[in-house]
């Protein structure tokens, strides 16, 4: 149970908390990037699920939301967030006949273009042209252009695939994503490079590519600068990453920073020994993805030995006796900074907002769960 206006540690633990200030921050701070930049920001929600959080990113300037699965965009879809020109683009490829009935199917309820497919193949497009043209609308169309995981061989075999696209009846072709992962500087524009010079390639061949998408938040700044590429698909910018934030792990690359805004508060439940502390959340509050979560206590990261998960338990291991350990008491109540918010969201049906040490609001997480 929780009361609106309680100061947070009176939750019950575990809890996900979102400390607001440093979350808008975030937000600010990447729409002013992209302000300057001239360019277009379609978080992917895969990271942060919440129709809460879709709404305050639209609402900032997203030209839209990118989702993995078409269960999360049908979730948000139905939670009602978009409006206007405002558009889904599910970057995960779509393989099954009766997931492209159930995509077509949102775009005739909701209307032509606001769910964009991604596709990687001639099958997938005729798939998706013949249920689309059984419903008398077209389904619109990105082709992703790989760097490493689905997608098409860059350059000729992507604008074959494009050509082959505007071909087919039931089918409007948008442009391209290429993901370029969150990699270092000098690889992202290797990246940007290949991914615009295809999308240039599919123009002289006399088809239009409205959206060239790439970029992650490690390379916003390289990619959201690379001239050639419209629009880019952050998603841990809102929790943070760098050297103090989550997001993945707790390095950061090209120097970006974010304030880190995701935690788990967890209690202390175990307290006798000199050596550790055990707290209440353990892998079924956060997962492991990029290492052992840190531990914050009154703000400040806690200098320990070890932190290790099991199922339901956090084992916070010292140095014998030292102070940090001396610190804590027995139903204490203290931060996880988790080390893969997107996985971590995915644990928790609801998002604690902390405003000023307090409990502002809570937002489901609405796409939570949505695999398919
Ligand atoms: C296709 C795609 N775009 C964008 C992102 C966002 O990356 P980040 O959370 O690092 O901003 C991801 C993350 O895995 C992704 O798979």
Redesign the pocket.
Known sequence: MYAIGEPVLELETPALLLDLDNFQWNIDKMFKFAKMAGINVRP?A??FKAAAICSKLLEAGAVGL?T?KLSEAEALLNSGILYGDKNILI?QELADFKKIEKLVGMNVAMGEGKVLASIENIEEAELLSKVALKWGIRQHIIIEMSHGRCGTVPRKPTVDLAKKVVSLKGLKFRGI?G?EN?VDKEVALERDKVTVETANMIREAGIEVEIVSA????TYEVTGTYPGITEI?????VFGVGSEGT??GFKTVNNVYFKSSLSVLTQVIGGNFSDRVVTDAGLKEMSEGFGTPLVRVDKKILECEEVRLSEEHGIIRFKEGSEARKSLKWGQKIEFIPSHC?TCVNLHDNIFVVKEGRLAAVWPTTARGKYQ
Not at 215 to 218: D, E
Not at 233 to 237: K, L, N, Q, T, Y
């Open positions: 992917h895969k990271t990118m993995q970057s994503y993901y969150p970029g992650s938040t490690g698909e952050p998603g841990s910018f997001g993945y997107c």
